[in-house]
């Protein structure tokens, strides 16, 4: 689409016409020679001069090209510009964490396949998660794995794919044998100092209870809170279970109320699948579309192109000059002496 910035500036298209009309002619005084035979002169130059004015001839190219060169300078002054059709970008409105147990005790190949095979653990948190991150087109996703030592996977992106590929990766054992929630909430709520998201999310998957973090659970909770950071947490281990791999979702508990968030059981295939769909909804997704039209301007193809004119103008008219000029010369008849004679006669009469 076409336009102009300043169409207003239109309106002194006829500027030259008005000024035309309402200003004297242009006069100057300059030095001059009373001769007698003037008026034979004027005509012979086909000029009919006027009481001290300075007559300058033009012609129809010359008013033709002056008219067009002015309105494209104005157009040029009205700023045309060319909108180009509009960009749309969605950016993301809340950052979301990933934090996943892979200890050892994801080993345990207690979950159940549709068909009846028997998985592991860390098999069915990967392909659950990876669907849920499918379904988060426009947040900012992170991914974390912790075991004895929490690490940073992916950082906050909308590259989920690459998240994703990481995922499958990822195996139960890599961060060591035994499992530090605390560390995990610890190593989140850093990554979450570089967000600017206003809505922070951590979903928080173990199988078991914290076995000795530096930072203790409840703690890390209450720093999470003091940083806005909601933890929603899904246990997939056996309550009843006894020692390290005893899921203690009392703790849980606590720590996601703690923060706002929801705890969630997900001790078999069809419960996993379960909490992540209510995760899903409970957290929708929240995203904001800028559009931007970009603008090119114009401005100096008219300013060319009337340019391209004058100066075209011009060159063709001293072209035409000099053409003229030889003419001139090579067609003037050498007057024999007594023409010369009667001519001069003439002169002094």
């Known amino acids: ?5 300043h169409p207003w500036l239109l309106a002194i298209l006829p500027l030259p016409l008005i000024l035309y009309w309402l200003l004297p002619p242009y006069r100057e005084e300059q030095d001059s020679l009373r001769i007698t035979f003037f008026d034979y ?24 090209v002056s008219v067009v060169s002015w309105s494209l300078i104005v157009v040029a002054l009205a700023r ?7 960009i749309q970008k969605t950016e993301p409105g809340r950052d ?20 009846g095979t028997r998985m592991r653990r860390v098999d069915a948190v990967k392909q ?25 996977v992916t950082p906050f992106t909308l590259d989920h794919e690459a998240c994703e590929q990481m995922l499958a990766q990822i195996d139960a054992g890599m961060a060591g044998p035994q499992t530090m929630i605390g560390d995990a909430i610890g190593l989140a709520i850093k990554q979450f100092n570089a967000s600017d998201a206003k809505q922070r999310v951590l979903i928080l998957l173990t199988d078991g209870n914290d076995t ?20 929603h947490a899904v246990g997939l281990g056996d309550p009843h279970a006894t020692g390290e791999d005893k899921m203690d979702y009392a703790v849980l508990a606590q720590i996601a109320s703690s923060t706002g968030g929801k705890v969630f ?29 970009p603008r090119r301007e114009l401005a100096m193809i008219p300013i060319g192109t009337a340019l391209l004119l004058t100066v075209g103008y011009n060159v063709l008219m001293l072209l035409i000059g000099i053409g003229m000029s030889l003419w001139h010369r090579r067609a003037q008849k050498p007057l024999d002496t007594q023409t010369a004679e009667i001519a001069m006669l003439k002169v002094r009469l």
């Open 96 to 115: 979301l964490m990933l934090a996943l147990d892979i200890s050892q005790s994801m080993e345990t190949p207690d979950f159940r396949t549709p068909d």
């Open 265 to 293: 059981h997900g001790e078999n295939r069809a419960e996993l699948e379960s909490a992540y769909r209510e995760l899903d909804r409970i957290t929708p997704q929240n995203f904001k579309t800028l559009s931007y039209q």
């Open 80 to 86: 045309p510009q060319y909108i180009e059709p509009p």
């Open 212 to 231: 000795g973090s530096r930072m203790p659970p409840r703690r890390a909770a209450e720093i999470a809170k003091e940083n806005h950071i909601v933890i």
């Open 1 to 5: 689409m076409y336009r102009l910035e």
């Open 41 to 64: 002169v004027a005509s012979s130059l086909q000029l009919t001069p006027q009481h001290q004015a300075v007559i300058l001839r033009t012609n129809w190219l010359e008013k033709i």
């Open 128 to 152: 659950v998660v990876a669907d849920f991150i499918r379904r988060r087109k426009h947040d900012q996703i992170g991914l974390i794995v912790f075991g004895q030592s929490a690490y940073p």
